[in-house]
């Protein structure tokens, strides 16, 4: 029986939501296929080039994802076994930082670090290029370890007491601990975590495009991107574009159909006792902990002598705090408005789990985020071949940006807001029903079960919203530039030291933004929502 609220304007705007996002797919696609006679050129699939960009495609795509999570488990372990560990809450905010960090700031960090004339390229290899697979790999890595260090000491913290406690009763050993207490408890979670990052990595474009070093290193939406840009040969991007989209949608569908999370678990976050590591072990994952640290730290701390170089004379510091502000006011307006698409988008969604309807919950669950896997270079070159003859772009331009940006923000929205919201729906679904609730009255007393959760979602769409390059670089202004688009001119014009100095403006304010929220999300228990619901049926 299905327990959210049959309100028809909430079906009636949750169809307005999922029409929209398709609509923004379908008109881009169709803008490439509608113009100058474009069309799909199935002899490209057979084209050994292109058959070499997919195969390095998909290798640095799998080696970014199987590396970033082998990394990270020691790390979540160190985490979830070692409460002792000096600045743990410091190094999990770094890691949501890491995460959402603009990909320019880290690859000018990489580069001041590791490039030609790199501050630790001394110490390196002779045979040392930063530039190919090497750095596509350290670039990947670093963006998509803290996530899987998040996501795994989150799962293992849903590990019950009792769990541990039968496990010593039993004498298991440390091996026998983690294969029958530990592994189930993170195991449901490894395959929508490879799966989420490989193809965050297929689609990779900044990272390829500043670090792929040539034709070898290539990606299909680097490819995309050089056939729009440079050849304007809609055709081959045309076809690239599907194949890409059919590639990363068919490996996305099938991890969400056969990998879960176990997001429907009672709160055990108040977790009271667990077993100790042996000693060998505490030093070796404490090794793991702080050299993470380092590797987390070290790109970011290369930007400081880069800055040193600049000259304050020749720095525009009023038009960088003019993108400073235009690209918080953007992505502010991008951040609420993929928020609220994200809320009535699992409206559907809720309602088809709770009735047990999996078929129809991966379908729309799979249409409510397949812009992970549509490359975003087509989706915005595509709407503005289409809407170029049609509207007055430089009015209207920065309005679709916003719009744009936050489709594509809605599968990181949606991840981290469903989990909270389907257990809300398990515990007091029926409650809330039967009460009959207005929507306001609805929305009282859910928000204080999914206040963190919203405030941490809110967060990092505004942290990836501040990143954009690629939307802005179609339908962006330059008469107000972004803080990243910023960087992306000084770096093309070899103002490194500039660009240093905007990355580290940009840092701060996405570090600022990370501790005010960090510092304001805790852990709402179930308790909080009950005694709303009771003072809500005490007054009707």
Known sequence: MTHISDSRWLKSAAVVAYSLVILITTLAFYGLIGFDGAHLQAGLLTDPYILQILGFSLKQAGLSAILSVALALPVARALHFMPQLVAKRAFLSLCLLSFVMPTLVLITGLVSLMGRTGLITPILPNDWNLYGLNGILIAHIYLNTPLAV????????????????????????????FTHVEWPAI?????????FIFVLCFNSFAVVLALGGGPGSTTLEVAIYQALKYDFNLSEALTLAWLQFTLAGLIFALIAR??????????TSSQHWQPALGKLSQHLHRIFYYLSWSALLLPLLALLPTVSEAKLSNIDLHGLLQAAFFSLLLGFAAAILAMLLAWLLLIPIRRASLNRLENQRVVLQWLATHTLVAPAMVLSTGL?????????????????????????????VIAQLKPRLLQFDL???????????????????????????AKGSFAL????????????????????????????????????????????LLLAICALLVFMFERHQKTQTTTSASDKMTRTQKND
């Open 150 to 177: 998040r996501v795994l000491s989150q799962q293992m913290a849903h590990i019950p007491d009792t769990s541990w406690r039968l496990a010593r009763q039993l004498r298991f050993s440390r091996w026998q601990q």
């Open 187 to 195: 195991k449901p979670s490894l395959l929508m975590l490879l799966g």
């Open 258 to 267: 056969m990998g879960k999370l176990n997001w429907l678990s009672a709160d």
């Open 384 to 412: 503005y071949i289409l809407l170029l003859p049609r509207i007055d772009l430089d009015h209207w331009g920065m309005c679709w940006l916003i719009l744009i940006n936050s489709v594509l923000l809605l599968p990181f």
């Open 427 to 453: 515990q007091y679904g029926r409650l809330s029903a039967n009460l009959k609730l207005s929507i306001s009255d609805q929305f009282s007393v859910i928000w204080p079960f999914i206040r963190s959760v």
């Open 461 to 504: 769409a505004l942290l990836l919203a501040l990143g954009d390059v690629a939307v802005f670089s179609i339908f962006g202004d330059n008469t107000f530039a972004t803080l990243p688009w910023l960087i992306y001119g000084y770096a093309g014009s070899y103002r490194m030291a500039e660009a240093a100095l905007a990355s580290l």
